[in-house]
């Protein structure tokens, strides 16, 4: 979704408080949130409750909407903060760790890149994708099928810039070397 789309959704909801705008932007953030979400949390229910109470404070806060400089960004921090607030009342409190975060690539074809890419190139990616170090992997996600900027990302987890671009660094390296190697086998 494009920055200007977004905009209008956001504006739609809070001028308008158009349904239909709240419907779209729930459709397309709903499933993207929900994975966030259960990166931090490892329970499909909690997940599911965060997320949904994200999508409730944004209906009740509607009228404030078009103050939020980034709502992108502002979906992803609410929903880190809300899921962070249900491990706590779950008095799970361990530390935060990136290494413990679980995050899986959704390897869905919707840009004509990818719709370049044959299903077993797309196939051997994901599974380099799956194979990159938990805190790498989760970076990774964020920016190339979340579509977040590097520093968004950095904010998000509470890195410097620096850092994302070094994980995306090896990210690109590692990926690029898996599909590298598995090409070599393949012409073989």
């Known amino acids: 979704m494009t920055i200007a789309a977004l905009q209008e959704l956001v504006n739609r909801i809070a001028l308008n408080e158009d349904g239909n705008a709240y419907k779209k932007l729930f459709l397309y953030y709903h499933p993207r949130l929900l994975s966030f979400s259960y ?3 490892h329970s499909k229910q909690s997940s599911e409750e965060a997320v949904s109470d994200v999508f409730v404070n944004i209906w009740s806060l509607r009228t404030t909407l ?3 400089s980034n709502f992108h960004l502002y979906l992803y921090i609410s929903t880190k903060n809300v899921s962070l607030n249900y491990l706590a009342r779950q008095k799970r ?14 390897c869905l074809s919707y840009n004509p890149e990818q719709i370049l890419i ?7 990616i ?10 790498c992997r989760l970076i990774f996600k964020l920016v190339k099928e979340d579509g977040l900027r590097y520093k968004e990302v950095a904010e998000l987890l ?11 660094a090896i990210a690109l ?16």
Do not use: H, W, Y
Request: charged share 20%; aromatic share 6%.
């Open 118 to 124: 044959t299903a077993e190139m797309f196939r051997r």
């Open 173 to 188: 390296r590692k990926l690029g070397e898996s599909v590298s190697l598995q090409q070599q086998i393949f012409l073989s």
């Open 39 to 41: 990166a931090i949390t």
């Open 158 to 168: 509470n890195l410097s810039v620096k850092t994302v671009e070094n994980q995306m």
């Open 66 to 68: 078009p103050r939020i």
């Open 126 to 135: 994901c599974a380099a994708v799956q194979s990159l170090p938990p805190k």
């Open 93 to 106: 409190t361990q530390v935060f760790s990136l290494d413990d975060v679980k995050t899986e690539f959704t």
